[in-house]
């Protein structure tokens, strides 16, 4: 029997995340989902993997602690064996838009905590352990992570937001630099306005910037399109590309006179 990949998704019961999971379970991997959600809340989405024959296990917990970091990579360890993908989706976004000016440290802390600190160091546990691992496929492991555009454009109603990807793509370069002699290839998707919770709070604002032809491929993307590009990074056909990115956006980073 063929051996399979083990992937880690967190955020993973919902929007990008569960798409991600359900894709990478169907490329045949076998997929623990991470978050902060009740499981019962989750059950339907859940039973939509089972019943596409996804082999799914969960794990309640948060990035932004130590302890369930750990319990993390421990429990997947126990669980599957190995750890062999891992999709650093979870993120949030400030409560509150508020003006720059206007930001409150607390509100700083919480994103950047959960979306680079968390991050930072979830990374950093399950890259020592995928160096730990016997390797049985092309190469020892594949991380991505789900950056943002908001790492290169500015949006000062939530500056922390964007802070906070900005120094996810250089957790991207940096982890790249150093694991790629470990054989881990490392890289980025960044998504541009996708019909997620997250985005829901602004739709109108962004289906006039639709209307008005700001993004060149004219409609919402779906975090479908988030996860095949994630799918193909952590195929065996890329496996001569690390600290890499690729925008998911509808063309929005394209320049215009």
Request: glycine share 10%; proline share 2%.
């Amino acid at each position: 029997m063929m051996m399979k990949k083990t992937a880690i998704i967190t955020g993973g019961s919902r929007g990008i995340g569960y798409a991600v999971a359900k894709q990478l379970g169907l490329d045949g991997c076998q997929v623990a989902i991470f978050s902060l959600e009740n499981p019962a809340d989750c059950q339907e989405a859940f039973d939509k993997l089972t019943e596409l024959g996804i082999d799914w296990y969960y794990i309640q917990g948060s990035i932004d602690s130590q302890e369930g970091r750990e319990r993390l990579v421990k429990e997947t360890v126990e669980h599957f064996g190995r750890i062999d993908i891992l999709v650093n989706n979870a993120g949030v976004a400030p409560r509150e838009r508020k003006d720059l000016l206007e930001m409150t440290q607390e509100s700083f802390d919480r994103v950047v905590g959960i979306n680079t600190k968390g991050t930072m160091f979830l990374t950093q546990a399950v890259a020592k352990q995928m160096i730990s691992q016997e390797q049985v496929f092309a190469n020892k492991g594949h991380i991505v992570n789900i950056g943002s555009c908001s790492a290169k454009v500015s949006s000062i109603s939530r500056g922390e937001y964007c802070i906070s990807k900005a120094a996810v793509s250089m957790l991207t370069t940096l982890f790249a630099d150093r694991l790629a002699p470990e054989g881990i290839a490392v890289n980025e998707v960044r998504p541009g306005v996708i019909a997620t919770d997250m985005t829901s709070v602004v739709t109108e604002k962004y289906d006039k910037m639709i209307a008005d032809g700001v993004f060149p491929i004219a409609r919402w993307g779906k975090p479908e399109d988030v996860a095949g590009v994630v799918s193909l990074f952590c195929s065996e056909r890329v496996l001569y590309t690390t600290g890499n990115y690729v925008d998911v956006d509808g063309g929005f980073h394209i320049k215009r006179l």
